[in-house]
């Protein structure tokens, strides 16, 4: 950190210097006000990172009203009070006020030292706390979740409304449309966010083990378990648990997931010792639960606990209108990833990914802007760069049937059909009459008889950016 700017307001001029010559030698740069109103005229000069203010300065207000004036010009700065002896009451009236801590009159310069060092050490701390926070933020929370529309609003608004609460949260959609980015926002919006969040594969993780792996097992519990180890819901103590692909975890396994649900405990295996387990539990599945449910393959009594809350993420081809956001970030994201200037999408090539049906929905249009980031010849990536042979893993994981009544946003009807179908045609219309007129609004306007209003409220509805 740079050098610390401590502002010292003081009326008893052989005081305020005696500090601002003890504060200098430490190495702060100090500057010095005789009275309130001096003190109002610095703040509002210039940034300060404490400010140290006799309560008592004769005439024109007092050390609270410097303290107010100071958080009220930058309210993280810290404020400390130097009080005459005997007015400890007033210091503490100070420190409910706002004040970060206070000296008594007479001090000594190791205890004005020592307060303006812990002053000074708290808010680098706070700061950096807070930079981190946001980065946390910026990655996994709502900061990491790009979307508009009626139904992302919804997914924020719920996140925003439940994530304080302990109740369960079922997250649905299709393979790749975030599933996991809410289920983290939700952690990273709750005061659990300082907590781990544990995600567990629940498709992911064999028969035999599941129970090892959840719930942790005592050493010798069987063969091969040659120490003791923690399960997830242990691991996940006070935080957030992440069951992802519930609808893929064996019958056995549900039944002891929902006694832990129940008893808020666990067992480890080979122990009889249960363990309270305060955790959040979040869930989520690609599965359409109701049918499996129906089939036997999934208890509804775990199904009814999960879902208190649900969570419905919309697949990509429901809104293509967010997908020059997201483009534009996962660009970015690769272009600092590989250090190289980040590049753009042609016009035809945001209106071609607005045309495509992504069964792998953000997963896949991620992978495919990463692929052509790299391989695009020049800056801006072109429709031809764009490879959709290219399927990630998941890509090709059953998409959810629109047949049950509780389907994911009733699947793509005829309407919608038709709608895209509309858009899609009249996206390709645009796109080649800009191009035919260099991407001047005004010529391509004219030439396909559209006030240039208009075409511009077309272009932005479609998402299409014209070049040049
Ligand atoms: N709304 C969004 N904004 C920005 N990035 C997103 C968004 N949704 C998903 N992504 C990105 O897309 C990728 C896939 O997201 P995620 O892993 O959360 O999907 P999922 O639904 O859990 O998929 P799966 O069912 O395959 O496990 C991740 O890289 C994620 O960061
Ligand atoms: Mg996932």
């Known amino acids: 950190m740079s050098v610390a700017r401590v502002l010292v307001v003081e009326d008893e001029r052989a005081i305020r210097l005696a500090v601002a010559g003890l504060l200098k030698k430490e190495g702060y740069e100090v500057s010095l006000a005789e009275s309130a109103p001096a003190a109002f005229a610095e703040l509002a000069e210039g940034h300060f990172d404490l400010v140290l203010t006799d309560l008592a300065l004769g005439q024109g207000g007092t050390g609270m009203d410097v303290l107010t004036a100071s958080k009220k010009a930058r309210s993280e700065t810290p404020v400390v009070m130097i009080t005459a002896h005997g007015n400890e009451r007033i210091a503490v009236e100070a420190m409910k006020g706002g004040a970060e801590d206070y000296v008594p009159k007479p001090f000594d310069n190791d ?28 990655e996994y929370g709502f900061g990491a979740l790009i979307g508009s529309g009626p139904a992302m609003t919804r997914v924020f ?19 790749g449309t975030g599933k996991e980015l809410v289920a983290q926002a939700l952690h990273q919006a709750s005061s659990r966010r300082e907590r781990p969040f544990v995600a567990v594969n629940c498709a992911a993780i064999s028969r035999e083990l599941v129970e ?11 063969t091969g378990a040659d120490a003791r180890r923690l399960g997830r819901f242990e691991a ?3 935080g957030t648990i992440f069951l992802d692909e519930i609808g893929d975890m064996p019958p056995e396994t549900q039944a002891k997931v929902l006694r832990v649900l129940q008893e808020r405990q666990v067992e480890r295996v080979g122990s009889q010792t249960p363990i309270s387990i305060e955790v959040r539990v979040v869930a989520a599945t690609h599965r359409n639960l109701e049918e499996e449910v129906a089939a036997g393959r999934f208890r509804s009594d775990l199904y009814y606990r999960l879902k208190v809350v649900e969570i419905i993420l919309p697949p990509l081809r429901e809104r293509v209108y967010d997908i020059p956001a997201l483009a534009q970030r996962f660009l970015a994201q690769v272009a600092s990833r590989l250090k190289r200037p980040e590049k753009t999408l042609s016009a035809e090539a945001v209106a071609v990914l607005q045309g495509h049906d992504w069964p792998g929905n953000v997963r896949e249009l991620k992978n495919l802007l990463e692929q052509a980031a790299v391989l695009a010849p020049t800056d801006e990536i072109a ?15 059953p998409a959810v049937s629109d047949t049950g009544a509780h389907a994911f946003s009733g699947g793509v009807g005829f309407n919608q059909a038709k709608r895209e179908a509309t858009e899609a045609f009249e996206r390709a219309f645009l796109v080649s009459a800009l191009e035919a007129h260099q991407g001047n609004i005004s010529k391509t306007a004219e030439a396909i008889g559209l006030v240039r209003q208009s075409l511009q409220q077309k272009l932005k509805e479609l998402g299409i950016r014209p070049k040049g």
């Open 383 to 397: 429709a031809d760069d764009l490879d959709f042979g290219l399927r990630s893993p998941n890509a090709a994981a």
């Open 111 to 138: 205890q004005l030292r020592m307060v303006v060092k812990k002053a000074l050490e708290r808010t680098r701390l706070l700061r950096e706390h807070r930079l981190l926070l946001d980065r946390i933020e910026r």
């Open 157 to 175: 608004e719920t996140i925003k409304k439940v994530a304080e609460t302990d109740l369960g949260v079922l997250i649905r959609g299709e393979s």
């Open 236 to 238: 996940a103590l006070g």
């Open 212 to 222: 090892s792996e959840l719930f942790g097992h005592e050493r010798g519990a069987f």
